[in-house]
């Protein structure tokens, strides 16, 4: 429900993006050519993607997280979400946010509950997390959160990079992105 995906935008929320992610590593997993699995998050997509690696430490080869929103759940018990304000107690079924899209209600139950650090914990291989230190929508510190969790974790702060990834330091971004998936 979110850019060219299917889906109603209305009905996401993390642990059906993890369900999602499991199929298809499950499916990659049974290709022939398939001898290491890397996975790559943004965001949200950060959240599930080391949520997925601590699930499957045995079959994840090499994470990258690139400004991971674990501060999902924070928002979700402060009962924010970027200009939306709700009662955590009486959470209504939908909450518009940004002014365009209509997030249920099940959503923020859900964030607010979710054992990001601990079960992203579980992953012991090799990770980058990557996230600009001016970041508004995503404080860095989620970044370094991970990296205390994550045992194996290289975390590399950028003045120049937004939330989006994009600023100054994009192409020193790809080039870290690149270097640790091709070389470490």
Do not use: W
């Not at 402060?78 to 002014?99: L, N």
């Not at 969790?149 to 600023?167: P, S, T, V, Y």
Request: hydrophobic residues 40%; contains cysteine; charged residues 20%.
């Amino acid at each position: 429900g979110h850019g060219k995906s299917d889906g109603s935008f209305t009905d996401m929320n993390v642990l059906n993006e993890i369900e999602d992610a499991i199929a298809i590593l499950e499916y990659v997993r049974k290709l022939d050519f398939v001898t290491e699995i890397y996975v790559i998050g943004h965001s949200q997509g950060g959240v599930v993607a080391g949520m997925l690696a601590g699930y499957y430490p045995d079959v994840i080869h090499k994470l990258v997280l690139l400004a991971p929103a674990a501060t999902l759940k924070d928002d979700a018990q402060k009962g924010v979400c970027m200009d939306a304000v709700y009662d955590t107690q009486h959470i209504p079924d939908t909450v518009c946010v940004g002014g365009e899209h209509v997030v249920g209600g099940h959503y923020f139950r859900i964030a607010k509950l979710l054992p990001i650090y601990e079960v992203t914990g579980n992953y012991q291989g090799p990770a980058l997390v990557i996230h600009g230190i001016h970041d508004a929508v995503v404080d860095a510190s989620a970044a370094v959160r991970y990296q205390e969790c994550l045992k194996n974790c290289r975390l590399e702060l950028m003045e120049g990079i937004d939330h989006g990834l994009q600023g100054d330091e994009y192409a020193q971004m790809v080039k870290a992105v690149v270097n640790f998936l091709c070389t470490e």
